[in-house]
Structures are given as C-alpha cells and as structure tokens.
C-alpha cells in the first residue's frame, strides 16, 4: 500500500545539513494499522510529510498502491491528498466554522453539491457521535471532541488512507483511549490503512499492528506488534516498551528484598497459549520447589496473553536447578540482577 525503498530526506540550513531521514525502507500493508514510534527530533513528522508529498525526498523512492510518488503532476498531488485523511496533535481545526462546517470545508473543496455534502456530514457525525454537536464551535468543545471532528473531517472525501500525527498526543488517558477506539473503527468498519506516529508506546500496544522504531532518522527495529514487545531488540526499543510494561520493581525495592534475606529472582516470559499452560506450578511441584511470584503481570496484546513475572524459588539447589533447566525448554527465563 505505501512503500517507502531507501528513502532519505536531508535539509539544507546554510551550511548545515540536517539528516531528517535516513535510509528508511518500509512497507505498510492494505488494512493495516502500523505506527511508527520513536523521541523528539527521531524524524517521524518528515516521514509522514513525505507520505502526502508535502516533503519530497532527497533519495529513494515512495510508492503508493504502486505508484511512484516523484512522477506525480500537481494535479496527480491534489489527487493523491485527497486521498489521504490527516489529522494532527494540535487538531487544526477553523475556529471561525461550526463542527459541521469544519466537516463540510473539505467537501466543498472537492466540489460536492450541497445536499451531498448534508447528507455526508450527518452521517460522518453520527459515525463520530457528535451529532448533537453539529452547530457548536471548536472552542465549544473538549479535546477529545475536536479531535472527533478532526476525524470526521479527515473521513470527509473517503481516503483510503488516515494519517495521524500524534493524534493523541495533547489528551488525557482516558480520552486517548476513546480515541484511539474510535480509530480501531475507522479501520475495522471503512477498511481504511492507518499510518501513525507517536511518542507513546501505549498508543502502539493499544491498536497497532505493526511498529517501527526510529532513531537519528533511521528506523532501529520494526516489525508485528506482539513479537516486538515480547522480545525487542534495540536498547531504545526496549526503553519504550518498559514505559508501559514497569516489568521490575524500584532498585531500592529490589535491595530491600536481597537485604532482608530474599531468594535469587528469576524473571519468567509466557507468550500466548503458553499463559493457559499452569507450567511454573507443575514443573515446581514435581520437583519439590516451591515457587513465589514476587513481581509482575499478564496482559493481553493483539488478543494474546504476554506474561512477564518475578519469582523464587525455595527448595533443595539442585532441585531449584532442575526446575530452571526444565523451565528453559517452555519459556523464557532468566535470573534478574540487583544493583
Ligand atoms: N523543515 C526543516 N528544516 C530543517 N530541519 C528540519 C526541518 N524539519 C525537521 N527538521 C529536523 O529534522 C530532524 C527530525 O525532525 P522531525 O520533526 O521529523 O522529528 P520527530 O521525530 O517528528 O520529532 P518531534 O516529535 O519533536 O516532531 C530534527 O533534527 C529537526 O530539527
């Protein structure tokens, strides 16, 4: 669907030069909810520019539904934006329009008889539940509600594509997470494929199906959702995925419990059908170990458990030993170092 081969985007400041983009080659399926996901200044906003050709690049080539973007005309451009929805952090929405006026202002652009354009705008309120907003004005209205109509407008000309760019970045959590629900339908309901990008890795374990990571204009680590929380890779990679996962207590936490005599702690990931599996207690058991969780949690993602626990053991050595070696052969398992 968008095909990004070898893309590079470097801006030119004087004698400066700024290597926004590096190398990036990826590719987002139809369908698809993909985020990109990385700190300030790691370059997303100039990848996603560069979607909608409002950046073009310095190298490599972007492809839409096979398409090659550099041999667009001007009106080919216009064509391809309205084909790509977009909605922004800071909504962007016109403060002098009503909700239904932000809403119709693109398919007037498009050219849109009137009663179309009512009849679209009803039906994108009501897809967006603001229909008994439809006279207010944006200053009338909370966060999440704007960013509602941001939705509903970006929707307005049937794009096969959303763009988002950190969407929810300016709400609170439980208004991000009616948002990011209202994405979820977006895709699932309109088949629409949704690029996005954000700083929080809670916006990528909620709805994404793919990530990529980037850094220093590069992306470090992409892939599926599920595999990528379950086992990173990169150290930054795994940096983002302890800001949602806190899968070890405090070091003062974790002293207190060496000072005060506790056990060797291991930590012990389950992924998926494994988590259904009483394996920690079976294996303990018949090897005479008793087994503590000390730390931890399951969690669904992409509708699959991922279990991520401390524990200690008590028991005979050898026996705590046995049970390890059999542990290994089911999950991933590894002694958690204090200090
Ligand atoms: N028009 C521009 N001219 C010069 N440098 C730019 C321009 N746009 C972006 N940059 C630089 O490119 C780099 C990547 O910026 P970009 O905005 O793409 O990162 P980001 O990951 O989106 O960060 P943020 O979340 O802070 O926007 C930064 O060093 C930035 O200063």
């Known amino acids: 669907m968008i095909e990004f081969s070898q ?41 996603l520019r560069l979607v909608n050709l409002l950046e073009s690049p310095s190298n490599g080539s972007i ?6 973007l550099s041999s667009f005309s ?19 929405l016109f403060t002098s329009r009503t909700v239904a006026g932000n809403i119709a202002y693109p398919l007037k652009l498009a050219g849109k008889p009137k009663g179309e354009i009512k009849a679209r705008v009803d039906e994108l309120l009501q897809f967006v ?51 990011l629900r209202l994405l979820k339908k977006v895709n699932k309901d309109l088949g629409i494929t949704i690029l996005l990008i954000t700083h929080e890795m809670n916006v990528i374990q909620t709805i994404c199906d793919r990530v990529a990571v980037m850094e220093n204009g590069e992306v470090i680590e992409s892939g599926n959702v599920f595999e990528t929380f379950t086992d990173p890779q990169h150290p930054t990679t795994k940096r983002f995925i302890q ?16 000072q005060s005599g506790g056990k060797n702690l291991y930590r012990v990931i389950f992924k998926g059908e494994l988590a259904n599996r009483p394996i920690l207690s079976q294996i303990s058991r ?36 046995t049970v390890i070696a059999e542990l290994e052969k089911e999950v991933s398992i590894e002694e958690v170092l204090i200090g």
């Open 7 to 47: 893309v590079a985007k470097t801006f030119v400041l004087g004698k400066r030069r700024v290597e926004a983009v590096k190398d990036v080659s990826l590719t987002i399926q139809k369908g698809e909810i993909f985020g990109i996901i990385g700190f300030s200044g790691a370059g997303k906003s100039t990848l």
């Open 63 to 68: 492809k839409i539904q096979g398409e090659d």
């Open 74 to 92: 001007a009106k080919e451009v216009r064509k391809l934006r309205r084909r790509i929805g977009m909605i922004f952090q800071n909504f962007n």
């Open 129 to 179: 539940g603001l229909t008994d907003k439809a006279n207010d004005y944006p200053e009338q209205l909370s966060g999440g509600q704007k960013q509602r109509v941001g939705i509903a407008r970006a929707l307005a000309n049937s794009p096969d594509i959303l763009i988002c760019d950190e969407a929810t970045s300016a709400l609170d959590p439980d208004t991000t997470n009616e948002i």
């Open 243 to 258: 800001s949602v996962q806190q899968d070890r207590p405090s070091e003062s936490l974790l002293q207190q419990w060496q």
């Open 286 to 321: 018949k090897n005479n170990v008793d087994v503590n969780i000390v730390y931890g949690s399951v969690q669904e993602l992409q509708e699959k458990f991922f279990g991520n626990l401390l524990v200690s053991f008590e028991g005979e050595a050898s026996a705590i030993h």
